[in-house]
């Protein structure tokens, strides 16, 4: 048992999917184990369960929404602060820090929580955004992430940041790793035509950011040169980005390649597919502030194809940094993935990005701070 018990309230927007819900959950599962009280405080999901099912504890108010009647819950906050005895209040996305920070600031200095941001994301610059380092410890995802807050950020005392990786877990991204035969074998009853095609993988939601467009780009070509290829999207649609995949689909049908790509939407299986997978790829535009589907295909051992810029050339330049193309460079692109296709890439057994230093790392942030109170 730990010396002595925290409350924990981590706050977001929604449990449903991704990878700062995902940290959510694993975070709460550290501080369960660890003996600690975890609080989630987001507009639920289908996360939510996993995450009770484990021990945390989970409250459901609509406080991500990009409303002024959102600040209503200020109030009910900061009661809950104090009702709930929290030690910790972390906040991981701008709507629920802003509540949060409003409802922290207007509280009692010398009983209030101590109150921790994560800057998962290099957000556009400016007022709204700057909440995310307004935390009395900043954690930044990556040194990418850290570089963000002090060029843009000059003000804040980098005493304050403190640079945690994400992590995966080695246990669910083992390497080597090969899809059991029943999931096999319902994978090809659903695509038999990936039984003699090359698959390239690329996984992400589908938002101008990650990148599908240069992945459609690339399929076209690598059709056109008589590779046998079929490209697989993983990732759910955004109602509000209808338009954008509608554009896609008619790129797609306008290069004539229809049978050539698959969307399969959000899936639970990610790890039997990217094992299922020749070649994943990571191709936003912009730079992001971690590449964790990077980290989760390259711990398994498939090899990684990705713009060398931000969290995402971070990941591949520390493990396989072979996998590392020149942003936006389609000849680039397409000659690697060409030439990986040839010959077999070995990638290293070796992750210095582990869940295990994550999680260690953010439990010592609460346990310190909250010693200091």
């Known amino acids: 048992m730990v010396q002595q018990r925290l409350t924990v309230l981590q706050v977001l927007p929604a449990m449903e999917s991704g990878g700062v819900e995902r940290g959510t959950l694993e975070v709460s599962d550290a501080l369960v184990a660890a003996g600690h009280r975890s609080i989630v405080l987001s507009g639920g999901g289908q996360l939510v369960s996993r995450l009770t099912g484990r021990g945390g504890e989970h409250i459901t108010w609509p406080i991500g929404k990009k409303s002024l009647a959102t600040l209503r819950w200020v109030r009910r906050l900061r009661e809950l602060l104090i009702d709930e005895q929290v030690d910790i209040v972390h906040a991981r996305s701008r709507v629920p820090a802003w509540i949060t920070y409003l409802a922290w600031k207007s509280m009692d200095p010398a009983s209030r929580p101590r109150f921790?941001?994560?800057?998962?994301?290099l957000y556009s610059v400016g007022r709204y955004s700057s909440v995310m380092v307004r935390g009395e410890r900043v954690i930044a995802v990556s040194e990418t992430a850290r570089r963000y807050i002090t060029d843009n950020y000059p003000k804040v005392d980098p005493e304050r940041v403190v640079v945690i990786p994400?992590?995966?877990?080695a246990k669910m991204f083992?390497?080597?790793?090969?899809p059991p035969h029943s999931w096999s074998q319902r994978w090809f009853t659903e695509h038999p035509y990936l039984l003699d095609r090359l698959v390239l993988t690329l996984p992400g939601r589908l938002t101008r950011l990650k990148g599908h467009e240069d992945f459609v780009e690339l399929i076209a070509a690598m059709i056109a040169k008589g590779v046998p290829v079929h490209g697989i999207i993983v990732g759910g649609e955004d109602p509000r980005k209808k338009d954008y995949v509608e554009s896609l689909r008619r790129r797609i049908a306008k290069l004539g390649i229809v049978e050539h790509i698959s969307f399969i939407g959000q899936r639970m299986d990610i790890r039997d597919i990217y094992a299922s997978s020749n070649i994943v790829f990571s191709l936003s535009r912009q730079p992001e502030s971690f590449g964790r589907t990077v980290l989760e295909a390259l711990s398994m051992g498939v090899p990684v194809i990705g713009y060398d810029h931000g969290g995402v050339g971070e990941v591949l330049n520390r493990i396989f940094p072979d996998g590392c193309v020149v942003p936006g460079h389609s000849e680039l692109l397409i000659a690697k993935t060409q030439d990986?296709?040839?010959?077999?890439?070995t990638v290293p057994d070796v992750n210095p990005f582990t869940l295990d230093s994550m999680l260690s790392r953010t439990l010592a942030v609460y346990e310190q701070l909250a010693a200091g109170r």
Not at 166 to 169: A, F, L, M, P, T
Not at 340 to 345: D, Y
């Open 174 to 178: 083992p390497y080597g790793y090969r």
């Open 116 to 121: 921790v941001t994560t800057v998962h994301g």
């Open 166 to 169: 994400r992590g995966v877990d």
């Open 340 to 345: 990986f296709l040839g010959r077999t890439r």
